[in-house]
């Protein structure tokens, strides 16, 4: 019995405490969260500095207004521009909004070209939120089931497939283009090397905006900062949320050039977005990137991990596909030989933490898991998949 709406349908276990890549549980069990909360507690469960970061900011300040001028949010906005290559910043509360602002930008931007019905190009099998715009825009019957009428601005086009954006070339309600640089809620599908760019290029040419969904790729999850820099491009718009928080709910909208002076005064807000404690923590999270080397050890151990899957998974009859870009990692498995449902409470009774998604096993653990703890990981797995 629960007095919480339907729509969640938790495993039955409750964690109590986190330290680390480790969860105990109100009984005392450990864990591994190989999923990080979903890809959000990328530097590990209450990282001291992150802990200290709370705890200072709650003892200055937690919330103003954007009535006013944010300190923190200034300064973190100078910081990720900077670093992402981008002119300006809204600040959400979670992915979805991120993604709700850049769709917004769009709208804007179709009424500068006089374009009355404006279209946005998405990718089929995409995750881009729970909004009614933000769930239009994913290319995923089933997060759209019952929500109808959906907004009729996305067309959803095969993913990593140059020619099905080409077709739009000369639909003139074109306004843009949004994709994930890697899908993940698809269960880790990585594109082709320079998708991305080919797909920029096409933007260019028809003046449409470029607008990434970095929300699980960003912040560190795939060996660079944002996954797009394995493309050396910038987009146009950047959004991000998950991990830059390590845990408080902030999310980004970042954007460059002409979709950076969409949005003016009444045209956009939030509340809570932006406030001086989640601003506060995410520029601890961008200190802890540049003075702990985090982004070595994501490449080190994604190296090692993927080694260690190859070598003792890849005679495995269930074992179709290993995909391993950073720690995103993607197991495709044989569903006619290994019965997909049952894995999530068999990890959960062996103490690991992972999501299934489709017919993949797909694991973010946090970046800072040492080479120990990748052994116990693969050990886990393999017990996982053999059993
Ligand atoms: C998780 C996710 C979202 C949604 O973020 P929320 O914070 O749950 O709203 C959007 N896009 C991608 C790629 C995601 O992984």
Known sequence: MSNLM??????????????????????????????????????????????????????????????????????????????????????????????????????????????????????????????????????????????????????????????????????????????????????????????????????????????????????GRTGKLFAHEYNNLTPDVLCLAKGLGNGVPIGACLAKGKAADMLLPGTHGSTFGGNPLVCKVALSVLDIFEEDTILDNVNAMSDYIANQLKKNLEDCSAVAQIRVKGLMIGIGLDERIIDCTKLLQKALEDGLLINISGNSIRMLPPLIITQKEVDILIKKIIKLINA
């Open 6 to 219: 339907s729509n969640y349908s938790p495993l039955d276990v409750t964690f109590t405490k986190g330290s680390g890549c480790w969860l105990t549980d109100s009984s005392g069990k450990k864990y591994f969260d190989a999923l990080s909360g979903v890809g959000v507690v990328n530097l590990g469960h209450c990282h001291p500095k992150i802990t200290q970061s709370i705890i200072d900011q709650s003892q200055e300040l937690l919330h103003t207004s954007n009535w006013y001028r944010i300190e923190h949010q200034e300064e973190l906005a100078v910081r990720l521009c900077k670093l992402a290559n981008m002119d300006k910043v809204f600040f959400s509360n979670s992915g979805a909004e991120a993604n709700e602002a850049a769709i917004k930008i769009a709208r804007l931007f179709a009424r500068q070209k006089d374009i009355d019905m404006p279209v946005i190009l998405t990718a089929k099998e995409s995750f881009h939120g729970r909004t009614m715009a933000t769930l239009s825009a994913t290319g995923n019957n089933k997060v759209q089931a019952g929500f109808s009428p959906l907004m009729s601005e996305f067309i959803h086009v095969d993913f990593d497939n140059l020619e099905a954006i080409n077709k739009y070339s000369d639909n003139k309600n074109i306004v843009a283009v949004m994709l994930e640089p890697i899908q993940g809620e698809a269960g880790v599908i990585i594109p082709q090397q320079d998708y991305l760019n080919e797909v920029k290029t096409v933007c260019e040419e028809n003046d449409w905006l470029f607008i990434l969904d970095e929300v699980q790729s960003g912040m």
